[in-house]
C-alpha cells in the first residue's frame, strides 16, 4: 500500500488531520441546528393562527405590565421552596430510619413508616394539597393553622418527604454489607456503624436523585395556587383572566426556568463527576 | 512454660440454610501464637474467623475469649468484639475517609480515646508501616497492598487481645502480597497472638505454630507446619496438597 506520509512526520500529519475532522464536525452540527431550529420557527411563525397567538402569549407590552407582580409572587414561590425543601429533607432522612430499624419494639413504627410511604406517593400531590388546605381547617380544632401558605407547604412536605424516605433508603441498601461489618469488627455499635459508615456514604451517593426531586419540588409549589395564596402561577392566572393575555402565564413560566435550569446544570455536573469517579473502579 | 489460651473454639457448628459450613470445631490459641487455617475455598475458614468475630451467630458450641464465653446471648457482643482485630479479604476500608479517618474511628468512637491520643497513636502506626505520608489520602486512590496495610493498622490501633486474618492477601495482585506478609511476619516477632486464614503454604510455614486444615467443616488435620505441609497424614490433606503442587502454588 502506499502512504503519503513518511514515518518522520506521521505524527504532525495525525495531528493535521485530528483538527481537520474536528473543523468538519463543527461545521456539521453548525449546519444542521440552524436548519432544524429554523425550520421549526419558520414553521410555527408561518401557521394561520401565529398572529394570533403571538397577540395573546407573547405581547411584550402585557409582559413588562405583568411582570413586576408575578415576579413578587414567585418571591413567596421561592421562600416556600426553601421551608419545605429542609422539611423534606428531614422528614425523609427520619421516615427511611424507621423504615429500616429491625428492634422488634420498633416494630409499629416501621409498619407506620411505610403506611406513610405507601399512601403519600400513591395520592397525587395535588389531592393531597386540596385534602389538607380545605380538610384540615374544616376540623375547626383549635391550634391548627388556617393560613393557606402554612397549609399548602405543609402538603407538599408530607408528598414529598415520602419519595425523598424511598430515596435515602435506596442509598442505604445499596451500601455492601461488608461495609457494617467492616465496622461492627471495629466495636462499633449498630447505631454508631449507620451513623458514622453506612449514612455518610449513603447520603453521598444520593445527592444526584435528590436533586432531582428538588427540582420536582421546585415546580410544583405552584400547586399551591389552588388553595389561593398569591404565588406566580396564580398572580398570572388572575392577570391573564382580566386582560384576556396569557402572556403573564409566560412570565411566570420563564421565571421558573431561571431556577430549575441551574439545579439541572448542577445536577449533570454532579454526574458526570461520579462517572469519572466510578470509572476509576473502587475495590470493596 | 504454661500457655495461656486466648481463644478456644468447643464444637463450633453454623448452617446457612441447608448448607452445614461447620460441623463441630475444636480449636485453641494461644498467646503468642499464631493459628494458619488452610483448606479449599468453601472448607469453612471464613466462616469460623466471622463466627469468633461474632460477626456471624453460631448455632451450636462455645466461642470463649480469655475464659469468657462470648457466644452466650447474655454476653455483651459489642464489648466481645472491641477485644478483637478483624482483617478482611477485600479491606473493607471505608471509602468516605482519610487512611487516618479510618484508623482513628474504632479507638475513638468504640474505645473512648481522646481524638489527640488516637491521632498521634495512629501517627506512630502508620509511620512505623511505611504509610505516614499517605495519612491524608482517601483509600481508592492507594494501591491494594497499601489498602490492605491500613486495614491491618486500623485493626492494630484499637491494641486487639487477638488478630483475626481472613485470606488478606487473596484480592491483591501478585506483586504486592509480599509487602503485606511481610508486616504479618513482624507482628508475630513481636508477640502478637493471631488466626490466620490462608492459600500462601510458604507464609503458613513461617508464620504459624500450628497449621489446621480444614475440610468440609471440620478440622481433619491439625500440628505443626513442617510435619502437615511436609509429611501429611490424612488422605484428604494429601489430596488438597497435591493440588495445590499441581498449580504450581506450593
Known amino acids: ?144 393553622p388556617t393560613s393557606p401558605v402554612l397549609l ?11 419519595y425523598v424516605a424511598e430515596v435515602y433508603r435506596a442509598g442505604i441498601d445499596s451500601i455492601h454489607p461488608s461495609q457494617k461489618a467492616s465496622a461492627l469488627s471495629l466495636g462499633l455499635t449498630n447505631t454508631q456503624s449507620l451513623r458514622l459508615v453506612i449514612l455518610p456514604q449513603a447520603v453521598r451517593r444520593v445527592v444526584p436523585p435528590l436533586l432531582n426531586d428538588f427540582i420536582s419540588l421546585q415546580k410544583d409549589v405552584a400547586l399551591v395556587s389552588v388553595l389561593g395564596p398569591l404565588e406566580a402561577f396564580r398572580v398570572a392566572q388572575i392577570s391573564a383572566s382580566s386582560n384576556f393575555n396569557y402572556t403573564p402565564l409566560i412570565a411566570a413560566a420563564v421565571l421558573y426556568l431561571c431556577v430549575t435550569v441551574p439545579l439541572a446544570r448542577v445536577l449533570d455536573r454532579m454526574q458526570a463527576r461520579r462517572g469519572q469517579l466510578d470509572g476509576v473502579g473502587t475495590v470493596r | ?131 505516614d505520608k499517605r495519612a491524608d489520602a482517601y483509600p481508592d486512590t492507594l494501591s491494594g497492598g497499601q489498602q490492605q496495610r491500613v486495614a491491618l493498622v486500623r485493626a492494630l490501633a484499637s491494641r486487639p487481645r487477638a488478630l483475626l486474618l481472613d485470606e488478606i492477601t487473596s484480592s491483591l495482585d501478585p506483586e504486592l502480597v509480599g509487602e503485606v506478609l511481610e508486616l504479618v511476619v513482624e507482628l508475630k516477632a513481636e508477640g502478637m497472638t493471631m488466626m490466620i486464614a490462608t492459600h500462601e503454604m510458604s507464609f503458613a510455614r513461617e508464620v504459624a505454630d500450628e497449621v489446621c486444615f480444614l475440610s468440609e467443616g471440620r478440622i481433619a488435620e491439625r500440628g505443626d507446619p513442617e510435619q502437615v505441609l511436609g509429611d501429611p497424614q490424612q488422605p484428604e490433606t494429601q489430596k488438597f496438597l497435591r493440588r495445590l503442587l499441581e498449580a504450581g502454588r506450593l
Open chain 1, 152 to 162: 399548602g407547604g405543609l402538603a407538599l412536605a408530607l408528598s414529598y418527604s415520602a
Open chain 1, 1 to 144: 500500500m502506499q502512504l503519503t506520509t513518511d514515518r518522520s512526520n506521521r505524527g504532525a500529519a495525525r495531528e493535521e488531520a485530528r483538527r481537520r475532522k474536528s473543523r468538519r464536525g463543527a461545521g456539521v452540527s453548525a449546519i444542521s441546528s440552524v436548519v432544524v431550529i429554523g425550520g421549526l420557527i419558520a414553521l410555527v411563525v408561518s401557521s394561520k393562527g401565529w398572529p394570533a397567538v403571538q397577540e395573546t402569549f407573547f405581547s411584550w407590552a402585557a409582559f413588562k405590565d405583568s411582570f413586576p407582580e408575578v415576579l413578587r409572587g414567585f418571591w413567596l414561590d421561592v421562600k416556600l421552596f426553601i421551608c419545605v425543601e429542609i422539611v423534606v429533607l428531614v422528614l425523609g432522612l427520619v421516615i427511611a430510619l424507621c423504615r429500616i430499624t429491625s428492634a422488634a419494639a420498633l416494630y409499629p413504627i416501621r409498619l407506620l413508616a411505610i403506611v406513610y410511604t405507601d399512601l403519600f406517593r400513591g395520592v397525587p400531590t395535588i389531592l393531597v394539597i386540596y385534602l389538607i388546605g380545605f380538610g384540615l381547617p374544616a376540623l375547626e380544632l383549635s391550634g391548627v
Open chain 2, 1 to 131: 512454660m504454661t500457655q495461656t489460651p486466648v481463644i478456644e473454639v468447643d464444637g463450633v457448628t453454623k448452617a446457612f440454610g441447608d448448607n452445614q459450613v461447620l460441623k463441630g470445631v475444636d480449636l485453641t490459641l494461644t498467646e503468642h501464637n499464631a493459628v494458619a487455617l488452610i483448606g479449599a475455598s468453601g472448607s469453612g475458614k471464613s466462616t469460623l474467623l466471622r463466627c469468633i468475630d461474632l460477626l456471624v451467630e453460631i448455632d451450636d458450641g462455645d466461642v470463649l475469649l480469655d475464659g469468657e464465653v462470648i457466644t452466650d446471648p447474655s454476653c455483651n457482643l459489642v464489648e466481645a468484639r472491641r477485644r478483637l482485630g478483624f482483617v478482611f479479604q477485600a479491606f473493607n476500608l471505608f471509602p468516605h475517609l482519610t487512611v487516618r479517618e479510618n484508623v482513628v474511628l474504632g479507638p475513638i468512637h468504640a474505645h473512648g480515646r481522646p481524638r489527640a491520643q488516637a491521632d498521634e497513636e495512629a501517627h506512630e502506626l502508620l509511620k512505623r508501616f511505611g504509610l
